[in-house]
């Protein structure tokens, strides 16, 4: 097994790993908090989240960036490389939508007293999930991408 092939499947590690945390997040915790939790107890759960994953999520989409820019720029000859190109743009977009929509968001949510939240609190929320939506369906774009460029890259050999 070459050092490509393993960038390769180590891309697809990663970005599985983005694409399904996200997934969860929005599809899983976020209704599950919302539908069941009063108001003091959604931002102490959301407070409790963010801190929680602000370390691990960036570095799940920089690793994925970053193996699937290797991935891509290694195997730029192979059959696939639009499909592998497409999705390291899809994973940069992805993690342009949490820089700029998700994590100020939850740098502001961080701030919130849960016994006084801020009157627009859950205008921020809606907002958030927003941002939030569009990230998780970019990032499992980016995975598909990535996994169709894998595959056809497995049929050639």
């Known amino acids: ?27 899983g915790v976020g209704p599950a908090v919302a539908a069941v939790l009063d108001e003091q107890a959604q931002i102490k759960i959301r407070q409790a989240v963010i801190l929680s994953l602000r370390i691990l999520m960036p570095a799940i989409f920089i690793l994925t960036i970053l193996l699937g820019g290797a991935t891509t720029v290694l195997d730029r000859f192979a059959v696939g490389f639009a499909f592998r190109f497409a999705g390291l743009l899809a994973a940069l977009i992805s993690f342009l939508f949490a820089l700029t929509g998700t994590a100020p968001i939850n740098a502001t949510v961080l701030t919130w007293q849960p016994g006084e939240p801020p009157k627009d609190w859950r205008t921020q929320v809606d907002r958030w999930q927003q941002f939030d939506r569009v990230r998780t369906w970019v990032a499992i774009t980016a995975f598909a991408l990535f996994l169709i460029a894998t595959a056809l890259k497995l049929t050639v050999h």
């Open 1 to 27: 097994m070459n050092i490509a092939t393993i960038l390769n499947f180590t891309t697809l590690f990663f970005a599985g790993l983005l694409a399904g945390a996200l997934f969860i997040i929005d599809y």
